[in-house]
């Protein structure tokens, strides 16, 4: 939809570029959420794209994934077969209630930025271990762990004029096992419980990320394959989310199924 109220596009070539961040400013990333409803709080937009931030990185010991990566980009590369965490990418990005136009031009950071409850790349950092780093055109970069990141529903760890540049993926992480579960009313649908889980059979840690259920994405951590009886006990004393569309009790049961899902898959 056509933004009437605003004034002012940016593109600036460099971050420092971009200097007196106002009110009512806004990164623009892939616009399929910015152009997607009114944003009468908004008169400018600075376009991410002319940065020229490179996609998707192998590092020494990290993957590193752009902020303006498109979902399509994360999708299309060739990963190594030993990576088989990376199979999870496909999984959560299927997991998404929205159009093959959304995913198209959709971004990493986008995604994470906006933070909606049933966002899936939140979920997913977290469960592998992911740092963010954020640029400011006025101070110096910092890192942030992916857990801390998220706040709650729209709302993230992001100062004013902040921007998240890149998401850092510890190499070992990608080795592991992993099994995404997601629960709506219908495909199409956003989702009521997202159930993300890790297993690595070094340490034999396995660690279970939600998402869609709760305001923000929380994490589990358990060593070896946990019982029923724990998983509950973990969980007991969420902060469910209760809506038109399910009660706080319908998606704690629900998750728990999610949960019993994914540990039987990566116990296979
Ligand atoms: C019909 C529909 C259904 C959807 N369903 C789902 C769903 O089920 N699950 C889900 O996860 N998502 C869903 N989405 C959200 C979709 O994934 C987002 O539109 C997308 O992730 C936003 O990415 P974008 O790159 O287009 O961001 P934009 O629309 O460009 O930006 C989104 C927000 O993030 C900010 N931002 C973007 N990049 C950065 C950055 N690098 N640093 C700081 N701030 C930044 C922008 O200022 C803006 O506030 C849906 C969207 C639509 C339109």
Same mark, same amino acid.
């Given at each position: ?124 950092? #977290? %469960? ?6 954020? +640029? !400011?055109? *006025?101070?110096?970069?910092?890192? =942030? &762990? /992916?857990? @801390? ?17 890149? #998401? %850092? ?6 080795? +592991? !096992?992993? *099994?995404?579960?997601?629960?709506? =009313? &219908? /495909?199409? @649908? ?79």
């Amino acid at each position: 939809m056509d933004l009437h109220n605003i004034e002012t596009y940016l593109r600036p070539s460099s971050l420092e570029a971009v200097q007196d961040w106002k009110q009512g400013w806004a990164w623009l990333a892939g616009g399929t959420w910015l152009f997607s409803e009114p944003q009468p709080a908004l008169n400018t937009l600075v376009d991410l794209e002319p940065l020229d931030w490179s996609a998707i990185e192998v590092r020494e010991d990290y993957l590193a994934i752009g902020a303006t990566c498109t979902f399509s980009q994360l999708l299309d590369y060739p990963w190594l077969p030993e990576w088989q965490a990376t199979s999870a990418f496909k999984r959560a990005v299927s997991a998404l209630a929205a159009s093959f136009k959304v995913t198209h031009l959709a971004t990493i950071g986008g995604n994470l930025c906006l933070a909606l409850a049933v966002g899936v790349m939140a979920p997913l950092m #977290v %469960l592998l271990d992911a740092i963010y780093e954020i +640029w !400011s055109p *006025s101070a110096p970069p910092r890192l =942030i &762990a /992916a857990k @801390d990141f998220q706040l709650g529903v729209q709302k993230t760890a992001l100062q004013t004029g902040e921007v998240l540049r890149r #998401v %850092l993926i510890p190499q070992t992480s990608l080795y +592991w !096992s992993t *099994s995404v579960q997601r629960f709506g =009313i &219908a /495909a199409t @649908d956003p989702a009521l419980s997202l159930v993300m889980a890790a297993h690595d059979s070094t340490s034999s840690q396995t660690r279970i990320s939600l998402g869609a259920c709760v305001a923000a994405p929380c994490l589990l951590e358990f060593s070896g394959f946990p019982i029923h009886e724990q998983v509950v006990a973990a969980t007991r004393s969420l902060n469910w989310l209760q809506d038109a569309r399910a009660s706080a009790i319908y998606r704690q049961h629900i998750t728990e199924v999610l949960i019993a899902r994914a540990l039987e898959e990566l116990r296979k």
